[in-house]
């Protein structure tokens, strides 16, 4: 296994496994981030190896084929998309390469939708033909929409024998009830940063207490290095560099404005833990910090927002 700093939950599946009794529904929770999705792949390969090895043995043929997908994964994920006509329209279901026994069910754009579930029931109401066993990933899980989760209940409840469900997902609470309680959960946690650097030979400090023990995190804040160094000191000293500041963030995606605000709040907790702030302005800052968040998603600029919040940091 590639996946770092999940040693426990990584041992919990391989007793599972070896103890012959593996539920046909598993459930991989935790932050963005932490290798839920890469130690489902990982354990799909084992639960589909030929040679019955727990990460699969690498070498035959349907592990070769695993392999095989997580390289398009990474490369081509396009030539790996399924769809179907449903209505005369062609709709996304998952994302499948040469194994028959193996899919792959992502989120469509931001929801996992009711076509994509019934896709997955029709791909496991037909046998195996390459082993014993038929193996889907449901990842971010949370994300699908009343209508998919109700769908995918009568799976849940009543699962062909040779099928296995693992669904990803950031926390049982983030999925209806009554999925939830028919999984079988395995928890991550978050990484740690000595874990997060070293995968990213990342030495700050700051954008390690970013990342929230999460690898995904990490990378983002890593590539936006620049917002980091220009909004962790904020505010500047004068009115001047604040004017600078602002004009430059009113320019910026809304995405680099979020980041910028989750920058912002880093450095509150930071002052906090120095004394270099009282826990009342602490707690005001925060709070205006998350109004702005929502008003930028309503197309507020922020700018003008900025100059309020230097004055009460000051």
Known sequence: MKVQGQEKPLK????IYESGKIPNS???HGVEGS???ET?????????CENGSVWGCGTCKSCRLIEGFKEELKSSPDNLRVTEDIGG???FVYLKGSHPDFALLPPDGTQIRIDQIRGLKSFLSTKPLLGKRKVVIIESAQLMNLQASN????VLE???VYSHIIMTATSPESLMPTVSSRLFPVRFTPLRKEVIGKELSLKDGFLLELSKGSLKRAKLFKEKELLVKKFKGFPPKSAEELFKLSSYFDK??????VAVLEVMEESVYNLMKVNRINKDKASEILERLRELRVALQQGVKGSLALVSLAKLWR
Request: net charge positive.
């Open 158 to 160: 009543e699962p062909p």
């Open 26 to 28: 598993l459930l991989i």
């Open 252 to 257: 910026l995606s809304i995405d680099d404005k």
């Open 40 to 48: 489902a792949v990982e354990f799909a390969k084992g639960l589909l």
């Open 12 to 15: 919990f599946l391989e007793r």
């Open 151 to 154: 769908s995918l209940l009568k």
């Open 89 to 91: 329209k062609s709709v």
């Open 35 to 37: 290798g839920k999705l």
